[in-house]
């Protein structure tokens, strides 16, 4: 069974520009969640879908970030315009059954 | 507010050596913890994942345990290796429904196992 894939997998901006990144989850699973994980930090969930409808979008800086999932199946989340604080590993997983999530091997990006 | 706390940040064991790693979290409603392993640039690895009415998983050389009730629980490794290098955290879920099956994480312990 194919994993989670995110790409791309290392990406370097300059502040104020505009980067997106694309996560496709496992087969089948309708739950499919975005996490920020800053050095040294564990992961921050961003925005958790349930097929193509939002459930939990509270800690995403909506005023620079969205993202979307239009078919239920495989997601892009947006930063514009990037900050220097924006630079984090982007993890992608997704769930079956809510119970386990499986993560993706994450994007990684530099603001400079 | 959930919070997971993970102690201690960083640990250096020869190879060989039995040893624990710790997670506490302020709020026992919980509906299970998972501990996790993240290599250098790579996602995370689910390694044990307890149940609320659990009190200790075990799955080849790791252990971990539940403490529902004190908010705690360690993840043991038995005769460590070089390749257990890596980073360990711990994660619990509220719930299973809507925004309750969310993971909240502790910041992590960074293992390092030497020769």
């Known amino acids: 069974e194919a994993g989670v894939a995110q790409s791309p997998r290392y990406k370097i901006i300059e502040k104020r520009q505009s980067v997106a990144f694309w996560c496709n989850p496992i087969s089948g699973h309708a739950t499919l969640y975005w996490y920020q994980q800053i050095l040294g930090q564990g992961p921050k969930l961003l925005i958790q879908f349930q097929n193509n409808g939002v459930v939990d979008d509270s800690q995403l800086p909506k005023d620079r970030f969205s993202a979307e999932r239009l078919k239920g199946v495989d997601s892009t989340l947006k930063i514009q315009p990037a900050k220097l604080e924006d630079s984090a590993v982007y993890l992608c997983?997704?769930?079956?059954?809510?119970?386990?999530?499986?993560f993706g091997p994450g994007t990684r990006l530099t603001v400079l | 507010k959930q919070e997971v706390t993970q102690i201690p940040a960083a640990l250096s064991v020869p190879e060989g050596e039995n040893l624990v790693l710790n997670c506490s979290f302020t709020d026992s409603a919980i509906y299970n913890l998972q501990w996790f392993r993240q290599d250098p640039g790579k996602g995370l690895t689910s390694l044990l994942l307890?149940?609320?009415?659990?009190r200790e998983q075990t799955s080849g050389r790791l252990n971990a345990s539940l403490d529902k009730s004190s908010g705690r629980s360690t993840l043991y490794i038995a005769a460590s290796q070089p390749g257990d290098s890596a980073t360990y955290l711990c994660a619990v879920r509220r719930g299973v429904t809507g925004g309750g099956n969310k993971l909240t994480f502790g910041t992590g312990t960074q293992l390092k196992v030497e020769l």
């Open positions: 307890i149940q609320s009415s659990q």
């Open positions: 997983a997704s769930s079956f059954s809510g119970i386990e999530q499986f």
